[in-house]
């Protein structure tokens, strides 16, 4: 197919190289010229707005940081419908409010644009291998269009229902995902403090009932002080912040995930925002008294 991918971030590159190796014809835009290049010399065309793009392909992926990003690339004057043909399929797979999903398909279908909500878990290991989870709110013919997509970027794709039902889904996934990290961070911290091994600790538990991708891909990171992004602190923050908002709305409590976003805010503050989340445990860390281990 001929897949267009706006947003060459961590996630979106790597997307795009996987799409051109699964042999699709991908056009490419971004603002900034060595994300695009990259991908130039990968094999992509590149077009200079989302509007050309849309004009040259059949489908078109945005994977970009925010709602407002989103409405601007899909919506905006140059966008994704400026330059539609009706038929179009539109998949946005960042993260975004349930709501404006909901509203970007329901502007997108009176351009005759399918617009399919289908957030990914699996982070920057999972983009570059291909093994994103992939949750899919809209149309269910066109999620079945966007299968040969689907199929180069991740191993699972999960139809969640309506316009929306995607994000709804991730925002759960992040709720789980979040809460799980502090609760590696805290393992890590009272590992260290104990004078324990840290590698020996992480095959111990992810052996047992306390293993996850948290666990493995996380407590080593941050027992080497690797804090380097894969997904960085601002946009958990805004994914936690949506989550709440979400949960608000459906008069649900999450108090687990309130404390953890008030513990990334700590990191926010000293100017952490553009560090992985692993980096949560330096706020754990500064929490702790300095005791020597036993
Ligand atoms: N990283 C993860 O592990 C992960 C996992 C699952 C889901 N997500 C979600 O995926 C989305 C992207 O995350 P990411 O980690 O890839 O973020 P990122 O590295 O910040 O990439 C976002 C990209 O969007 C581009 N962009 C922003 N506005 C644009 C516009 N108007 N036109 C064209 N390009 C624009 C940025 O371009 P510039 O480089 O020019 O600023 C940047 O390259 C977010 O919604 C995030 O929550 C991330």
């Known amino acids: 197919m001929r897949v267009g991918v706006i947003g060459l971030g961590i996630m979106g590159a790597p997307m795009a190289r996987n799409l051109l190796r699964a042999g699709h014809a991908v056009t490419v835009h971004g603002r ?7 991908l130039v010399s990968a094999g992509a065309t590149v077009a200079d707005s989302p509007a050309a793009v849309a004009r040259d392909v059949d489908a078109v992926i945005t994977m970009l940081p925010d709602t407002p990003d989103v409405e601007a690339v899909v919506a905006g004057p140059a966008g994704i419908l400026a330059g539609a043909r009706p038929g179009l399929l539109a998949i946005d797979m960042s993260t975004i409010a349930p709501a404006a999903a909901r509203t970007l398909a329901g502007r997108a279908a009176a351009a005759g644009v399918a617009l399919l909500d289908a957030p990914v878990s699996g982070g920057e290991q999972g ?43 991730k925002l759960v ?9 502090a609760a590696v961070a ?26 996850s991708w948290m666990l493995r891909e996380q407590a080593p990171r941050m027992q080497r002080n690797d804090f380097a992004p894969g997904f960085m602190v601002r946009l ?21 995930t309130a404390v953890v976003h008030l513990l990334f805010a700590a990191l926010e503050a000293q100017g952490d925002s553009n560090l992985g989340t692993q980096a949560l445990v330096k706020a754990l860390e500064a929490l702790s008294s300095k005791k020597d281990a036993p």
């Open 236 to 256: 958990q923050q805004k994914d936690l912040r949506l989550a709440l908002a979400a949960a608000a709305q459906l008069g649900v409590q999450l108090p687990t």
């Open 173 to 181: 996934n992040q709720v789980v995902g979040a809460t799980t990290l």
């Open 186 to 211: 805290e393992g890590v911290v009272l590992a260290a403090r104990a004078g324990l091994d840290p590698a020996a600790v992480v095959r111990a538990l992810d052996a047992g009932a306390a293993s």
């Open 32 to 38: 900034t010229p060595a994300r695009v290049e990259a």
């Open 127 to 169: 983009a570059i291998a291909g093994s994103l989870s992939i949750m899919v709110g809209g149309d269910a013919a066109a999620c079945e269009r966007a299968k040969p997509i689907f199929a180069a970027l991740g191993r699972q794709v999960t139809y969640m229902g309506g316009p929306g039902q995607g994000q709804m889904t």
